[in-house]
């Protein structure tokens, strides 16, 4: 005897939506083997990583520039709510991870914002969360942008330095550097 009530509910499940740019794309195929548009569902005790290195990335980049994993996320849950989260971790050497307006060295880590801008090299990712309620699962849905996002979005940061430019915003060059006082 089947009914209507005995069904189960499918729950929801949360969705990261990423929005990628990078002004080589279409020459290069940096982005080649990552699948457009398609929800990928991932199991919520996995650490999604991200990088050139195939065998231990889930999401590469056909770059030199990129570390052979250069970030990871990963799903956690806060005390006392049912709403899942994401932390991110810069596992790169050599270059900082952006997120908004702060700077990730190596290992460090942080929450990531329900929408955020990260950014590394000339890579722009617009992060989105779409919450949902399933514990088990989450899934990442990628777009691409034919445009910097930063200016798309209007992204500007919350808060200026002192001199009035971010370091940050030239990860290019990741040697140290003398600056003088009148230098800002």
């Given at each position: 005897m089947s009914s209507f009530e005995d069904v189960d509910t499918e729950e929801t499940v949360t969705c990261l939506q990423m929005t990628l740019y990078h002004p080589g794309h279409q020459q290069s195929g940096i982005f080649q083997s990552i699948r457009f548009f398609n929800r990928e569902k991932r199991h919520t005790s996995e650490v999604v990583k991200f990088g050139r290195n195939s065998n231990t990335c889930h999401y590469?980049?056909?770059?030199?520039?990129?570390?052979?994993?250069?970030?990871?996320l990963q799903l956690f849950r806060k005390f006392d709510s049912?709403?899942?989260?994401f932390?991110?971790?810069?596992?790169?050497?050599?270059?900082?991870?952006?997120?908004?307006n702060r700077?990730?060295?190596?290992?460090?880590?942080?929450?990531?914002?329900?929408?955020?801008m990260i950014r590394f090299g000339n890579y722009q990712f617009l992060v989105e969360k779409e919450d949902g309620q399933s514990l088990e699962f989450f899934e990442i849905q990628f777009f691409l942008s034919k445009r910097p996002l930063l200016q798309e979005n209007n992204w500007l940061p919350q808060s200026m330095p002192e001199c009035g430019s971010y370091s940050s915003c030239s990860t290019q060059n990741n040697s140290p550097m003398e600056v003088g006082e009148n230098d800002c």
């Open positions: 590469t980049f056909q770059d030199k520039q990129v570390s052979r994993v250069q970030f990871s049912s709403v899942v989260s932390e991110i971790k810069n596992m790169s050497k050599k270059t900082n991870l952006i997120v908004d700077e990730l060295g190596y290992l460090n880590k942080m929450d990531l914002p329900d929408r955020c």
